[in-house]
Nanobody, 118 residues
C-alpha cells in the first residue's frame, strides 16, 4: 500500500508564497495521476491541481490558475505545489492523493494546514 506525506504548510500573509511537498513511499507509475485537493472549515473538499506522472501534463482549478504550479521530481518521488499570490480564501487543509484519473483518488495523505492571514 502506497503512503504519501505532505509537508510545507504554515502561516503566511496574503500575497505571500508557500511550497507544499507530497513524498511518496513508492514512485507512482506512469499511468497514475497525482492530485492536490483542499478542504476549508465547513466546506467540501475541492480539487486544486493534478499532474499525470507519465506525461507530466498538468491541470488546475480555475480558482488557482496562474497562481499555483504543480510539478514533480521523479528521483525524489515527490510532487510539489508552488503557491504564489496567496489569498485568505486559500486557507484550508491541503491533501495530495494518487489515482488513475484527474480528481480521482485511491490513496490520500494526511494533509497539511495552510493559513493565509489578511
Amino acid at each position: 500500500q502506497v503512503q504519501m506525506a505532505e509537508s510545507g504548510g504554515g502561516l503566511v500573509q496574503a500575497g505571500g508564497s508557500l511550497r507544499l511537498s507530497c513524498l511518496f513511499s513508492a514512485r507512482p507509475y506512469s499511468s497514475h495521476v497525482v492530485n492536490w485537493f483542499r478542504q476549508a472549515p465547513g466546506k467540501e473538499r475541492e480539487f486544486v491541481a493534478a499532474i499525470r506522472w507519465g506525461r507530466a501534463s498538468t491541470y488546475y482549478a480555475d480558482s488557482v490558475k496562474g497562481r499555483f504550479t504543480i510539478s514533480k521530481d521523479n528521483a525524489e518521488k515527490t510532487v510539489y505545489l508552488q503557491m504564489n499570490s496567496l489569498k485568505v480564501e486559500d486557507t484550508a487543509v491541503y491533501f495530495c492523493s494518487r489515482g488513475t484519473n484527474i480528481a480521482s483518488s485511491d490513496y490520500w495523505g494526511q494533509g497539511t494546514q495552510v493559513t493565509v492571514s489578511s
